[in-house]
């Protein structure tokens, strides 16, 4: 059976690990992170995933998985580091250099190299490939390197990484076939080969779709709101011919894949991405506009006090990265006029730089909540649940509650037009 190291243990490589481990091969979990390897090692997660804590229990125990602050020899090496951007939205792909140039002592002659990271076009030929050919490796013949990107769905990523259709671009077409060989082993969704550069540009492709239909769905809210017509209905007519998707408008784009992944193309053609970057602006605008909409409800209110509820990206995980409800959160508090409680049951204090509420002291005495994620917990509040608040008003920017009764005044992204101050 065959070894595998895998490095980076994030809410990618980490339950790769577990699932490769889980398939019987041998696998050692590489981190820079101490914090990380301990935890692995006494069979814990350090992140939320259903059903990762009992998965990798198992297999720590079994002992198939093991962590390690230092790579070892293998078979297969896949590199899971973050991608993210620097601050004038230009790849950051420092932790991929890092991460294979630190493979490099530990490479034999018919490793199979296996990039998973999201990762900028043309990255594994001009970047990776060349330090592997710098230090003596002929990646024509003797390492087969691809680069396969990750498609998972966090909240559903052990099913996902072994159902999903998986794209494997290789820069040879037998390195393409040896890379797919591995994923065979353990996916049951079918597995394609192409080349590196295509595989690159699918996965950023597939992010770019769905902040681009996102900036439409967002557009399509502000152009509801001054025409006085409800975007959500307009919407679910819409979505009734059978070739129209318009996707839900929300408080802005976050996470380290739609937020982030669109800019890799931008970067490497600027001129011939016009819609790509107005939609990464109108994305980035929403938590602005969330922002203005707080500011209108509270225009006669002289403290108004404002529950924010959800700080992550999307609803049921623990990931604050690019979290546009963080942005709300610190516009909101910057604003001497407000005072501001955060909620989130996902999330731990350590994660943010501020300081956490509980439900009860977020929402005593609250003029506004406002919901910026769709965590399952929030969609099941009723009217009583905000019977301690100031004024009783929720601004849904998700869409996900279902508060019935006229005790609360409930406000959604998409449908603000009939939006009334409040009045004490
Ligand atoms: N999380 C997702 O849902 C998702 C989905 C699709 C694609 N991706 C992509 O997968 C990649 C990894 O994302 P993630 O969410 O797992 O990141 P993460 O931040 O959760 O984890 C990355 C881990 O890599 C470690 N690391 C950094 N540099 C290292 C190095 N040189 N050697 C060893 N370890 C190192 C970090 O300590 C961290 O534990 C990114 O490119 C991301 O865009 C993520």
Redesign the pocket.
């Known amino acids: 059976m065959k070894k595998i190291c895998v ?7 980490l339950p790769t690990s577990a699932i490769f481990a889980k398939a019987g091969y041998e696998v050692v979990g ?4 101490e914090r ?1 390897v301990e935890s692995l090692n006494k069979g814990e997660v350090h ?1 939320e995933e259903v059903g990762l804590p009992e998965l990798v229990k198992e297999v720590v125990e079994a002992g198939k998985l093991r962590g390690s602050t230092t790579p070892e020899e293998a078979d297969v090496f896949i590199i ?4 993210p951007i620097h601050e004038d939205f230009t790849a950051n792909i420092d ?1 991929v250099v ?2 294979t140039k ?1 493979i490099v002592p530990y490479l034999k002659k018919g490793n199979v190299v296996i990039v ?4 900028p076009p043309r990255t594994m030929d001009d970047v990776v490939a060349p330090i592997l050919m710098e230090n003596g490796f002929d990646t024509q013949n003797d390492i087969y390197l691809a680069h396969c ?6 909240g559903r ?1 052990l099913i996902e990484l072994i159902e999903n259709t998986r794209i494997v671009g290789g820069t040879t077409p037998v390195a393409a076939k040896k890379a797919g060989d591995v994923y065979r082993a353990v996916v049951t969704g079918d597995v394609i080969e192409t080349e590196a550069l295509t595989a690159e540009m699918s996965k950023l492709m597939e992010n770019t779709f769905r902040d681009v239909n996102i900036a439409l769905a967002n557009e399509l809210a502000k152009i509801s709101q001054k025409l006085g017509v409800n975007a959500h209905a307009v919407i679910e007519l819409a979505n009734k011919h059978p070739r129209v998707n318009i996707h839900q408008p929300g408080p802005g784009v976050g ?3 739609l937020a ?2 669109p800019y890799f193309i931008v970067e490497k053609a600027q001129a011939e991405s016009p819609l790509i970057q107005e939609s990464r602006r109108i994305n980035n605008s929403m938590p602005d506009f969330v922002v203005e909409q707080i500011e209108k409800l509270t225009v006669q209110v002289a403290k108004p006090k404002i529950a924010v509820f959800g700080l992550t990206y999307k609803g049921n995980i623990d ?1 604050v990265r690019e979290s546009p409800a963080i942005e709300i959160y610190e516009k909101l508090a910057h604003n001497p006029r407000f005072e501001v409680h955060a909620y989130d049951p996902h999330v731990q204090n350590e994660q943010v730089p501020f300081e956490l509420s509980s439900f009860e002291e977020a929402v005593k005495g609250a003029h506004v909540v406002a919901i910026l994620a769709d965590h399952n917990e929030f969609k099941q509040l009723t009217a009583d649940d905000f019977s301690s608040m100031a004024s009783p008003v929720v601004f849904d920017t998700k869409n996900c509650t279902s508060l019935a009764g006229d005790f609360v005044k409930l406000y959604r992204i998409g449908d603000l037009s009939m939006l009334q101050p409040i009045q004490l």
């Open positions: 490095i980076g243990l994030g809410y990618i490589g590489m981190d820079v992170s990380v992140i899971a580091v973050p991608t932790y890092s991460a630190s998973e990271s999201t990762i990107p990750e498609r998972v769905l966090p990523i996470g380290h894949c982030v992944d990931d």
